[in-house]
């Protein structure tokens, strides 16, 4: 009678780990996938996301702070609202990025966006 209850409890248990272990890559796939598409705003059509072309974007607490940026990097500040900055640039960006990095700049980004399909 003990053998049979020892069995079902490692049989439980091994059932609960393989249960686990399935939702876990479910969870890793699902968000590898996420890395490549994302909901869009019409509620669970997915969109691809695609950086603007030659566009960086920055967070900023102020516009002269934005107007430094643009200064030290040599880039165009196109517009400036709720403390995110938009530049364009005629060199390659992830350039940009990298340059900044080594000099201790602040932080610029990719400008990504969701395309109206």
């Known amino acids: 009678m003990k053998k049979i209850r020892k069995m079902k409890m490692i049989l439980g248990l091994m059932v609960i780990l393989f249960l686990s272990v399935g939702m876990i890559w479910w969870k890793i796939k699902e968000k590898e996938n996420n890395l490549a598409?994302?909901?869009g705003p019409a509620g669970g059509i997915k969109m691809e996301i695609l950086p603007?072309?030659?566009q960086l974007i920055a967070s900023v607490e102020t516009?002269?702070?934005a107007e430094l940026i643009a200064k030290l990097y040599?880039?165009?500040l196109v517009k400036y609202n709720l403390k995110v900055a938009t530049?364009?640039?005629?060199?390659?960006p992830q350039l940009l990025?990298?340059?900044g990095e080594?000099?201790?700049y602040p932080t610029l980004s990719l400008n990504y966006s969701y395309p109206v399909q």
């Open 37 to 39: 598409t994302a909901e």
């Open 102 to 104: 080594e000099k201790g």
């Open 87 to 92: 530049y364009h640039t005629d060199q390659d």
């Open 97 to 99: 990025i990298q340059l």
């Open 52 to 54: 603007q072309e030659n």
């Open 74 to 76: 040599g880039i165009t």
């Open 63 to 65: 516009l002269q702070e």
